[in-house]
């Protein structure tokens, strides 16, 4: 998952692949906590890994429940029975509605039954996110809630010390028309109570998001509780309903995280499908009613079970105006999709927006604007007026996402504009709330041309500290590394392990040099977490040390090497984009990148830096021959037939010699931020979007 204040996604071409979704958060959250409540051991399958899930797994800890990591996506729950284990806690919940809304209910029927009292609060936005029509059906029970801040919403403390009698003679009544989550809470709360008599809820207004509804009953039902619903207004449980172990459950991809995949298919891919692993067609979830409104746009989709193939149809899209009720988080990437359609899209019912992650009906249109878009906005409803297929209209922008994964990953899709502009999105960590692998997902899907793939060069003499400014500036902006003065370390421990030696008499044998120059074209070469690997070998260590850096200096020099390599170096260019570092990556291997910095210090400095490092892995050094062994290093690399170590005409000179890294690294992001098309919009922000 990307860490980054931002993340800059080049202009994106095309589309075709296979990717497995991760498990769905609304019935791995609901799967965690049956479990938790039923009778015996369940093992859960599939199920997501992700900032939501991770949150109830904790507070199911907290609570006293048997948890049992067995693989990332895979836990052992030892169920509580309906028994408190613990009769006091506090549970921090993040954002995680599917987490507050269920807990604030079972456990303030639990404690009202055996006695106990729970603090649940979560993130600032968590504490703006209604709970008031769920804490009234709860009260109307005669459960014990206090609301802790702000009336109608988290944070709250439910229970007391003592049991108190729950009123189930009555029906319960919640409203159905702000979230679906309230009724969902009751409904897997209540059977702890049923043990005696049917409880009956009943639903107030309209039922908004009703798939989900179906999604809790199909689970109840898993786990042993069979509900009976008059329409989607009156549900009753029945007497004497207890929880049990379905024993092995597995959860289905998300099927809203398939809407993005299938918008990629719809955008792009037109010479092979995208393949989506995790979910088909016969999906309990409602998002799954997503392929419909792409199906209407002109995405040509084919399923299969637990599978789903997606072309580019109609091109334009084709406008909708469509009642999204059904599928209220899916309808968001439609608004993407609109862009690039043949007319206004309207998309309507969509009021549950406003009390998500973020009020995401404003947030949406702040965003699109920022692209260019004209949009039109009401109290439930949505009109997104396309974009330019010829790509006029289109901006480049810096897309806030407000702390909501959604966000984050809907703008992704900007990418595929008409006018090749980059995207930025701003907080791309915030996907880690339900899919914490998109960025990279995404990846392995889609491409670029190579010349829109970004590229920082950073040359410079021996120990000037390239590679170290270069791994920080791509940790910064989540971009790939070439170390390309590894990359000769590693062709002169190859040649080694393949008795080739690198001595220079040998390098002198033409032949020799070629056999060399064959190798270095064949390397089996990468760097991952700042390690390099020779094929399945980590040779970080073997690399550094002075001999394989004399014997780099040989190897770099020979024409046969650097043509052998050439091609292997540009091959490091990949989405989202690289940073180089070497002697020559701004002038032979990538002289159009956008940004070329020569980073120089004088030949002492660079003798007392390496000295200390030697000494520091417990090496001995004389500091005076490091300093005539760099002085005849840059002699010669200066001097050499093949790409002599100069600045590109146009890079940017940086003396390090008096300069922290933090420094450095600040001046090549400033420089790095002047080169983008994104003007000063590019600071993260969780602000919500207000009218």
């Known amino acids: 998952m990307y860490r980054t204040a931002f993340l800059d996604i080049p202009p994106l071409r095309r589309a075709g692949g296979r990717v497995r979704l991760p498990g769905s958060k609304s019935i791995s959250n609901r799967v965690l906590l049956l479990a938790a409540l039923c009778d015996g051991v369940t093992r859960i399958e599939d199920l997501l890994d992700s900032d939501d899930t991770r949150v109830m797994l904790d507070a199911l800890a907290a609570l006293g429940c048997g948890l049992e990591r067995l693989g990332p996506t895979t836990v052992r729950v030892r169920g509580l029975g309906g028994r408190l284990a613990a009769r006091e806690a506090r549970l921090f919940l993040g954002n995680a509605g599917t987490a507050m809304r269920p807990l604030t ?51 709250l403390a439910v229970g007391s010390p003592q049991p108190t009698p729950l009123r189930l003679d009555a029906p319960i009544r919640v409203r159905g028309d702000v979230s679906s989550q309230f009724l969902t809470a009751l409904l897997l709360a209540l059977p702890l109570a049923a043990q005696e008599r049917p409880i009956t809820i009943e639903v107030v207004g309209e039922l908004i998001s009703k798939p989900y509804i179906d999604i809790t009953l199909r689970l109840l039902a898993r786990f042993g509780v069979q509900v009976q619903r008059d329409g989607w207004a009156r549900f009753t449980i029945p007497a004497g309903a207890r929880y049990a172990t379905p024993g092995t459950i597995h959860v289905e991809g998300d099927a809203s995280s398939a809407s993005y995949f299938i918008a990629l298919g719809a955008l792009a891919a037109t010479d092979q499908p995208v393949t989506i692993e995790g979910v088909g067609l016969d999906s309990i979830q409602g998002d799954i009613a997503f392929v419909d409104a792409a199906r209407a746009m002109g995405a040509r989709v084919e399923g299969e079970p637990n599978r789903l193939h997606v072309w580019r149809g109609a091109w334009p899209l084709r406008a909708l105006d469509l009642d999204c009720n059904a599928i209220p988080d899916a309808a968001m990437t439609l608004a993407v999709m609109a862009l690039y359609a043949n007319g206004p899209t309207t998309l309507r019912h969509i009021g549950s927006w406003r009390v998500k992650e973020t009020d995401r009906i404003a947030a949406m249109a702040t965003e699109l604007r920022q ?12 009109r997104v007026h396309p974009l330019g297929a010829d790509g006029s209209g289109w901006r480049a922008a810096a897309l806030r996402t407000y702390d909501d994964h959604r966000m984050a990953m809907c703008g992704s899709l900007a990418a595929f504009n008409p006018a090749r502009l980059p995207v930025r999105i701003l907080d791309p960590q915030c996907v880690g709330k339900t899919f914490p692998d998109y960025f990279e997902t995404l990846w392995s899907v889609v491409e670029a041309e190579p010349a829109d793939i970004p590229v920082i060069c950073i040359d410079g003499p021996t120990a000037s500290g390239k590679g170290t400014l270069a791994a920080a500036v791509a940790a910064r902006l989540g ?51 700042g390690r390099i690997w020779l094929g399945d070998d980590d040779v970080t260590d073997a690399v550094r040390s002075e001999a394989a850096g004399m014997a780099a200096s040989r190897v770099s020099a020979l024409p046969a090497v650097r043509a052998g390599l050439l091609a292997l170096q540009r091959g490091f260019r990949r989405l989202p984009g690289l940073v180089a570092d070497g002697r020559d990556m701004g002038t032979v291997i990538f002289p159009d990148a956008p940004l070329k910095v ?24 004389s500091i005076d021959s490091l300093l005539a062994d760099l002085e005849a290093r840059d002699a010669r690399d200066r001097t050499r037939a093949v790409a002599p170590l100069e600045p590109a005409q146009d890079a940017q000179l940086l003396d390090n010699s008096a300069q922290t890294i933090d420094a450095s690294v600040a001046t090549v992001l400033a420089w790095w931020q002047r080169c983008r098309p994104f003007g000063d919009r590019d600071r993260p922000t969780h602000a919500e979007p207000r009218h």
């Open 371 to 382: 692209l260019g878009a004209r949009v039109e906005e009401g109290p439930d409803w949505l």
């Open 479 to 529: 971009y790939h590394v070439l170390d390309s003065g590894a990359l000769y370390r590693v062709v002169g421990l190859a040649a080694e392990r393949a008795g080739l030696a690198t001595d220079e008499a040998a390098l002198a044998d033409p032949a020799h040099a070629e056999r060399v120059g064959a190798l270095a074209a064949q390397l089996p070469v990468r760097f991952a977490d």
């Open 598 to 621: 020569f980073l120089t210090a004088s030949a002492a400095t660079r003798a007392q830096r390496r000295y200390e490092q030697l000494i520091s892995r417990g090496e001995t050094a």
């Open 105 to 155: 209910a079972a456990l303030t029927v639990l404690a009202a039954l055996q006695g106990g009292r729970f603090e649940l609060s979560g993130v600032p936005r968590m504490h703006e996110r209604p709970i008031g029509d769920l804490v009234d059906a709860l009260r109307q029970l005669g459960g014990t809630i206090e609301e802790l801040g702000q009336p109608g919403y988290p944070p």
